[in-house]
């Protein structure tokens, strides 16, 4: 007779918000008014909660921080999103955001990996066998120094962004159209 204890590997999609579930704004995301969820997100993150991954939206929000856009509006704007993924069967576990601006120096604000770190932490995450999905070069930067696979989609900021990958020695990130195409790779990865 024994006894297997069996280890769940806790694993995550990390998501980019803007340009990535939502449009992105070139003047920041201000209020409910400006939120245009992009077409096939919703679904995407449907075929997320049907899998094992944890989902967590991980947002640069320099806007809060530049006195643009209120700290709760903010979190305020997530919860309802998260509320609409929610409603069409889908599921984020966490949602944060880096209120800081670029010249605050935090830990957080991507390209830092402190917001991928401290879920990691909170939710007891392997790291090495999660993703990062974003629209920009930052995103990419953020997931590797967590420790992710990051993936690139073209909406949002993504088609420019795509163009500097190879300037910041990034020409292996794997890039997608859009989020549905992104989880459809990162879902056929763990068959
Ligand atoms: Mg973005
Ligand atoms: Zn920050």
């Known amino acids: 007779m024994f006894t297997a204890i069996e280890t769940l590997e806790r694993e995550a999609v990390f998501l980019d918000r803007d340009g990535v579930i939502i449009e992105n704004c070139d003047n920041y995301v201000r209020s409910w008014d400006d939120v245009d ?18 989902v967590f939206i991980v947002t640069n929000q320099a806007g809060v921080g530049k006195g643009l856009i209120p700290v709760d509006v903010a979190h305020g704007i ?9 409603n069409h069967g889908g599921r ?10 670029n010249e605050d120096a935090c830990g957080c604000r991507k390209p830092e ?6 879920f990691a932490d909170r939710f007891d995450i392997n790291l090495n066998n999660s993703w990062m999905i974003g629209d920009a070069v930052t995103d990419i930067q953020a997931g590797l120094a967590a420790g992710t696979k990051p993936l690139l989609v073209q909406t ?21 159209a859009d989020l549905e195409d992104a989880v459809s790779f990162l879902l056929s990865q763990n068959a």
């Open 92 to 101: 984020v576990d966490a949602a944060t955001i880096c209120p800081h601006r």
């Open 78 to 86: 997530n919860t309802r999103l998260i509320d609409i993924i929610h």
């Open 37 to 54: 969820i992009l077409p096939g997100a919703l679904d995407a993150l449907v075929r997320l909660a049907e899998s094992h991954y944890k």
């Open 156 to 176: 949002g900021r993504g088609t420019t962004q795509e163009a500097m990958l190879s300037d910041h020695q990034l020409d292996e990130t794997p890039v997608f």
């Open 113 to 118: 990996p402190g917001m991928l770190l401290n």
